[in-house]
């Protein structure tokens, strides 16, 4: 049976589900509390609010963790490099040897960029915000592979598209 707690406002009892995080911690869920009660909650700077129940990330700010799907982010910086992260970001599991080498060649493959791309860079003014060239190049990496844009695309064609990513 699932566990509930029971919030009182006005003489009559709401019954709130609790629900567990990624690693065992206890949630009220209070998504359906304004349609059910008309009330929201105020949680000055979401010191105790989950924004939403997460497989890849976990974060305490208290207690100083930080950890992307059950590995503490020190591990992975110590012990792990950008592309290894990166595939157990997407992939849910460190990659074995082979997994890693497959990766890290298809990732290689699609480092170049077409030579339009040279012109959209190079018309930026050179003292522009390198993160506002960096959005709206990325944006425009998808006008070079349309097919990127078609809904319900295959898993083998989402890992392209992310590959293509990464590589830039």
């Not at 976990?58 to 930080?66: P, Q, S, V, Y």
């Not at 170049?112 to 990496?141: N, Q, W």
Request: proline share 4%; with cysteine; charged share 25%.
């Amino acid at each position: 049976m699932s566990k509930t707690v029971q919030l009182v406002i006005d003489d009559k009892t709401y019954e709130l589900p609790v629900i567990e995080g990624s690693e065992n911690e206890k949630a009220i869920d209070i998504s359906k509390l304004r349609a059910q009660t008309g009330y929201i909650t105020l949680d000055t700077g979401y010191k105790n609010t989950g924004a939403t129940k997460s497989g890849i990330t976990f974060l305490d700010g208290e207690k100083g963790i930080l950890s992307y799907r059950g590995y503490p982010i020190e591990q992975l910086a110590e012990k792990a490099d950008f592309l290894e992260v990166c595939y157990l970001l997407i992939y849910g599991e460190l990659p074995s040897n082979t997994e890693f080498s497959s990766f890290k060649e298809n990732i290689t493959n699609h480092t170049l960029i077409h030579e339009d791309m040279r012109i959209f860079l190079d018309a930026y003014p050179t003292k522009a915000h390198p993160m506002g060239i960096l959005s709206a190049a990325v944006c425009t990496l998808s006008t070079f592979y349309p097919e990127s844009q078609k809904q319900n695309r295959s898993d083998q064609a989402i890992d392209l598209t992310i590959q293509r990513l990464l590589a830039k």
